[in-house]
């Protein structure tokens, strides 16, 4: 009985090979919480022990001067009288952003782009439009479809718009901190909507509220249009690189003035965001193709690490923010994030996933009846998965695409209750069948349990995890939601210790040396820090911001009473910013 297993990368003769670009190569900082020393792959057949486990608002602002005040279209409590979802354990992606210039529907257009990028945030969404010279607002929570309709529409007028799609924690006073923020200063006014995450944000906040700057949300882009305010470069767009040199970590931002729009994203390129260009000439950002395909845009290029790039009236002006290092793009983005059929830093997510799938099935194979996914993330993978195993994919966990945020539990608890509302398992497909289950990753792991169960329960014989991804043992700080180290339980747990606590009967992990291997020479350029504890930048405080945004009246509070949104540096942290400041 096999207990472990390492593995080589393995290619079939004939199989082309996949290759991107090439940078220059630069060695990251390194510190690592606590990081396991363990195979990818185990295989054992235990006696199946299950494990037990336990109203919308809106508001519509018009601005020429302050960061836009709300004013809620009701005052229904959106939680009440309900129980959260806990079902979907996956890291999230904080943002989606838009911008479009030089088309007469732009808020339309905006809108539309919005839902195309829904699947990066589903907590709250806004445009802004900029019309006679005027900065118009309209900014909500919920779905883009909740927040938006033809009257909402019709206050935002304009050709020009900035759009932003959330995620983060649930409650009404988050409304204040739904993006793009709407700011005055003495020679205007300024939209930006941002997707990402400033490492630095608590310092910067600190030394401008030090010297006079009063705050009115808890989101780190606020500090952006302080920075913007204070400076004193001319013009606009120097602000706008003048502000942005300041920052550290995650951003791709787009800014929207009475007469330009600007693009920017941080020298190390973590978060996408890609231009493209409609038929009438309009420009298009986005922070993924599938949003210009929406809207029909053709695709150009991305924004390069480190640019600005202005647009107005005279057309589109490049800037180089800064000497950038070598990029480090988010690898999530291609295991998670991303649609399918957007192209992400170059390549296409498909044929990631895709590939991905045919590497598990090659380092970790397993004798089995059907190949099945986790819906939806997990489709992609799983085909490539049953393509090279020469195994038939079928669909034996259906979802549900009508689940919302909050549901009401019947008195008599059911267990499991959270995931049985969004998966259902198909017994024709899984009674009496070897089956293997391809996901994009695991996080806590409680999902995955209550999964392999629901398969056991519908008559499978033996249940095969394949997890497309490598094991996540550390925190994103660049603009992902991801549990502390402590809650990730791939940095708790042996790979034999996750399996029996999955209840599966064998459980392998993507290789990340393989994954590199399939990036060829262009795998320096991504970011690996929640599967390594590499981080490209290090956090400079002693706490470090874990989401975008977070649960706080955000007027009159003090950093202390935030700190619910900040989690704790590890030693290593501590002890390496000590070291750099002696």
Not at 283 to 306: H, K, M, N, Q, W
Not at 310 to 335: A, T
Request: aromatic fraction near 8%; charged fraction near 20%; proline fraction near 6%.
């Amino acid at each position: 009985m096999e207990a472990s297993r390492s593995f080589r990368s393995v290619s079939r003769s004939g199989e082309k090979p996949y290759s991107l670009s090439v940078n220059p190569s630069k060695a990251p900082v390194r510190f690592s919480p606590k990081t396991l020393q363990k195979p990818y792959f185990v295989h054992k057949i235990p006696s199946y022990q299950p494990l037990s486990h336990g109203g919308r608002l809106a508001f519509v602002c018009s601005s020429r001067n302050p960061i836009s005040g709300v004013v809620p279209a009701n005052n229904a409590d959106p939680d009440g009288g309900f129980a959260p979802a806990d079902y979907d354990e996956k890291p999230r992606e904080e943002c989606g952003v838009v911008g479009i210039f030089g088309d007469p529907e732009a808020s339309r257009l905006c809108y539309l782009a919005l839902h195309a990028l829904q699947h990066r945030g589903q907590e709250g969404a806004g445009i802004v439009t900029v019309n006679n010279n005027v900065l118009q607002s309209v900014t909500g929570v919920g779905l883009v479809s909740d927040v938006f309709n033809q009257s909402k529409l019709e206050q935002l007028p304009g050709e020009s718009a900035i759009g932003h799609v959330r995620y983060s924690t649930a409650g009404s006073s988050m409304l204040k901190n739904v993006q793009p923020f709407v700011a005055g200063y003495r020679f205007g006014s300024v939209g930006v909507a941002h997707n990402g995450n400033l490492v630095n944000y608590r310092s910067l906040r600190a030394k401008l509220e030090d010297s006079g700057s009063i705050f009115n949300t808890t989101s780190d882009t606020e500090v952006v249009l302080h920075l913007i305010a204070i400076s004193k470069a001319r013009p606009f767009f120097l602000r706008i690189v003048d502000a942005c040199e300041q920052l550290q970590g995650a951003y791709s931002m787009v800014f929207l003035t009475e007469d330009k729009l600007v693009a920017v994203r941080d020298p190390f390129g973590f978060r996408p965001l890609v231009m493209g260009r409609r038929s009438n000439g309009a420009v298009v950002f986005a922070s993924e193709t599938c949003a210009l395909d929406l809207i029909e845009a053709t695709y150009e290029r991305e924004v390069y690490p480190g640019e600005v790039l202005v647009v107005d009236k005279d057309g589109i002006q490049s800037l180089c923010l800064m000497p950038h290092p070598e990029p480090k793009k988010c690898v999530f983005e291609h295991i998670y994030f991303s649609m399918p059929n957007s192209v992400v830093f170059g390549r296409s997510v498909y044929e990631s996933r895709r590939a991905f799938g045919k590497i598990l099935a090659t380092e970790a194979p397993v004798d089995c009846d059907v190949v099945i996914a986790v819906p939806d993330s997990g489709v992609v993978a799983a085909l490539g998965f049953a393509e090279k195993a020469g195994v038939p994919f079928q669909q034996g966990l259906i979802r549900s695409h009508y689940v919302g945020r909050t549901f009401i539990e019947p008195s008599q608890r059911i267990r499991d209750f959270g995931v049985k509302l969004k998966l259902s398992p198909v017994r024709a497909v899984l009674e009496g069948k070897r089956v293997v289950v391809v996901d994009d990753s695991i996080v806590r792991g409680t999902t995955s349990s209550k999964i392999v169960r629901l398969i056991k329960e519908s008559g499978a014989k033996e249940v095969h995890m394949r997890i497309a991804s490598p094991p996540i043992i550390a925190s994103c700080y660049y603009g992902v939601d991801t549990p502390s180290p402590e809650e990730l339980i791939s940095n708790r747990m042996s790979l034999e210790e996750l399996r029996e606590f999955i209840g599966c009967d064998s459980l392998a992990f993507l290789p990340i040396d393989s994954m590199k291997k399939l990036y060829d020479e262009d795998a320096r350029n991504f970011c690996y820090a929640c599967f390594s504890g590499n981080y490209p930048v290090l956090p400079t405080e002693l706490k470090v911001k874990r989401v975008g945004d977070f649960l706080d009246d955000g007027l009159n509070s003090s950093l202390e009473f935030i700190d619910g949104g900040w989690v704790q540096a590890s030693r290593n942290q501590v002890a390496q910013k000590t070291v750099s400041s002696s």
